[in-house]
């Protein structure tokens, strides 16, 4: 505890000491071209959820949180130190302005989504919170270790230490456990994956361009098969638990944001019929909440077992 | 024509049984289709083997057995409480507009299927069940014995009032538990569609417990309802106690109702629609009504489901969908020919 | 002669005290309604003085200025106070438009489907085409028109009866519920979220475009009311012939159901279909004027009470969640009628 609360006043401090120190003008220039410009660092952040979650790791503790779920949910959250950090918002569209207010920020960070034209927690919170200062942040494409180094970019910008022994080590384990998995993928050149999302309705295929981690998969050898018909905004084939076989992967990959997905696809008598499913050549998918190294390194591990010990032999 | 002939009766009588049989004719023409047709292309011939001669290596037997056979027997089940409910509703409110979602009973059991899956973390289908029945049973209670306040009783205006009253209180619970919690928003958004697919046997087994006691105790209030379309006077002066012939049809409507949510979502329009359907074949005689819209109500389901199962390969749209545009023009086509507000 | 004299003596003897009745409800709901305004402004988590509250309001007329505060007090307070009170307003007369008109408590727009058509559409510019902002509010706005013309429509039957268009409206109201939860399975969490978000009604990040827009609305709106309800009450007292006469009815009718779905539909494109307020402004201004008058103005204030309350309630009652405004009305709403049921003892009398 002592140590934890230690840790973080260090970081504390060393997020507020550039700013104190040097009154030089601060820029940052989004993904969408438009460059927010101020007086000095800005050291009081008031982040989303996301934007958090990729921060903290890189020593950037936002002064307040506004999250689309209660903090305990949000699965981009998870193992983050949260203390001292004000949340002013646990449901969709909904932030608390004078809790933000008083907070007197000097930069909001989210994450921008160019296919939805909008910036995380949607536009209800971010005119709501616009008045108070700038809003910036890294936007969303088609990778997350791209995403990560944005991060590092407007982290190391906003004054992070990022050769601190800590960040760095999050660096290389994620190094590692990358290596790891390329060394996995050219192993086994035959071996096919599929990305799912089980519904109690209905089979959802994902598409891998509608995903950024799946891309990146993608770019280190996992041969992920693409859906024939995806739907008119390119992220999943809605396949009828009838035609559950229309795809036979040697590995299943399944959206991991909750636990509920796997018992839903593990209820249907006709899961099996794929011969992964039968074969237990199931893994998980961090689907869409990936944004630090150590989560990345975490779920890549687990990945890379699944892929040593699938058979890339079982389906032709 | 004061006094119809007996012969004029007794036609009619025997019209309206042999009705009843085409009408279980079809039920099983739909059962048919419902086991035939899907988002799988599956032959005749295999269908039948799968039937006499089921193999568990055959991909397309093990389908029939699995989805489709869990799916039928549920979507009739389900049908037919949807349709018996709505009737007994109708029937005992002499409301023109009672049906379980509009007397806040559907709202009752998703808000408690909502809290299962936000507060407890409860997932399975299985449990919805008892969590939907718990709700819907609540609900009704609740509806009632607010409408059945003051001198008049529960009079069809103040029943819908506070089923409207129920339903929107009910869902601005829902609402603000879905905007809270993104993990159960995921969950139930499929759940509240209403839907018949990825149900297996073991939800039927569990809600047909309650259906065989719905059905006995709506076949059962039939005279009782045509006592009281006449009028609670005349019901009265018939020697019929009017509170208990109500709290009995309200019973076995909200365990009807309870029991269908619970095994496919809350499917809206077929309570409202195959009544009104019925009593245009039948006429205003409950001892018709009721079984007419026990037959009717699982025809105008699987149908549905089958249409929905093939409209969009190799996808399925969900029944609770196509019921409504199926039959939302009826019910609209029916209110625009009859004089409804006289039940 | 005497009984006669007597008669109107009584008669001008029940107006007057009608007309006391009359205002002295108008005098409470607006006293109620300014003290509840007033809370508004001062309640927060950005504690400002009372004294400050007011300094600020005055502001722009003595020109002394404090950043942080005149923030909070008059670019958030004020506005989102101010448009709760105009939608509560226009939510309001759209519903007792629709109740007097079809003689019918449910017949309010959340209930015979025009609030629905407005969601459909809005939840299909969300989902479908990716829309946002005011794309959505000018595609609900056109949902609830097209809704209300195609109930009136299927209701044309040599006339529109009331059973007729509640019924139709309810069929309607299913059917776009149905397409919403279709599109609400085919979308994904994120955007099913932003369309639930506005399904609910929210007066966060309530700006000066809203209330301009509301405003200029209510300014043609609110004559409108006025001209066609006394048109309807002299029609209705005069002694034309019977057909001129329904001719005339039935052309203020139809005048006015356009102003009560125009009510609703800005409303809705401004917050969104926030339930309820629209179904029980009417009821309970006319459970308090017991009789006393068709309760128009007085339902337009409860309106606005209701709305503000509800959102002062859904801002404040739990201390780490700010609820959408649309949560707590369905639920103030909904006990506020069942308690009305509750103590009614006239059956059927509720509207």
Known sequence: MTRKFLTSLVFATLALLPGAASAEPWGYTDGTGNTVNLDAVPTRIIASQDAAAGLIPLGIRPVGIYADSPVADAKALQGLDLTGIEIIGQAWGEVDIEKAAALAPDLIIAEYWPLDKAWSGGEDVVNALSPLAPITGVTQGDSVLALIEDYE???????????????????????????????????????????VWAGPDALYVAATSGAAELVDFKNWGLNLIDPEIADDRGYWETLSWENADKYQPDLILVDNRQAATMETALAQPTWTLMKAAEAVAVADWPAFWLRNYRAYADELDKLTAAINAADENLTQ | MVSAPASVVTTRGTALALGLFCLVAAVVLVAFLSITVG????????????????????????????LRLPRTVIGLAVGAALGLSGAVLQGATRNPLADPSILGIHSGAAVFVVLGVAVFGITQLSLYVWLALIGAGIAMLVVYSVASLGREGATPIKLALAGAAMTAA???????????????????????????????????????????????LALASGRMLDGLSMGEDVARALGQNVGRSRAMAGLAAVILAGAATAAAGPIAFVGLTVPHVARAITGPNYRWILPYSMLLAPILLLAADVIGRVIAPPGEVQVGIVTAFLGAPVFIALVRRRRLATL | MKTALDASGTVRHIRRRLAARRRLVTLALLAVLALTFAAALYLGDYYVPPGEVVRSLLSPLTGHVDKGIDFIVLNVRLPRATLAVLTGMSFALSGIIFQTLLRNPLASPDIIGISHGASASAVFCIIA??????????????????????????????????????????????IMSAVMSYLFTRARLFEVQQALGWLVGSLNASGS?????????????????????????ALQLGDDTATALGARIEAVRLGLIVVGVAYAAFATAAVGPVSFVAFVAGPIARNLLAGSGKGFPQAAIVGALVMLASDLVAQHALPM???????????????FLLWLLVVSNRAGRVN
């Open chain 1, 153 to 195: 970019a407007l982290a190391a910008g906003l004054g992070a230490d990022l050769s601190k022994s800590e960040i760095a080590a999050d660096k290389r384990a994620f190094e590692t456990s990358l290596a790891a998995f390329k060394a996995a993928t050219s192993a086994k050149p035959d071996l096919t994956a599929l990305a």
């Open chain 2, 39 to 66: 988002a799988r292309p599956i032959d005749l011939q295999t269908v039948w083997s799968s039937l006499t001669a089921f193999n568990p290596q055959s991909t397309d037997h093990r389908i029939i057995w699995d």
């Open chain 2, 170 to 216: 009910m869902q601005s619970v829902t609402s603000a538990i879905l905007l809270t919690s993104p993990r159960t928003l995921d969950e139930i958004r499929f759940w509240q569609v209403g839907s018949l697919a990825g149900r297996d046997m073991a939800i039927f087994v569990q809600v047909a417990p309650f259906l065989a006691v719905g059905v006995v």
């Open chain 3, 129 to 174: 085409l990716g829309m946002s902002g005011l794309a959505v509010s000018l595609g609900a706005l056109s949902g609830a028109i097209l809704t209300a013309l195609v109930i009136y429509a299927l209701s044309w039957r040599g006339g529109v009866t009331a059973y007729r268009v509640v019924l139709i409206g309810i069929g309607m109201a299913a």
């Open chain 3, 209 to 233: 475009d809203d209330i301009a827009a509301m405003a200029g609305a209510l300014a043609i709106l609110l004559p409108a009311t006025v001209v066609l309800v006394r048109s309807l009450d």
């Open chain 3, 321 to 335: 969640v700010q609820l959408p405004v649309g949560v707590v009305t369905g639920l103030f709403g909904a006990l």
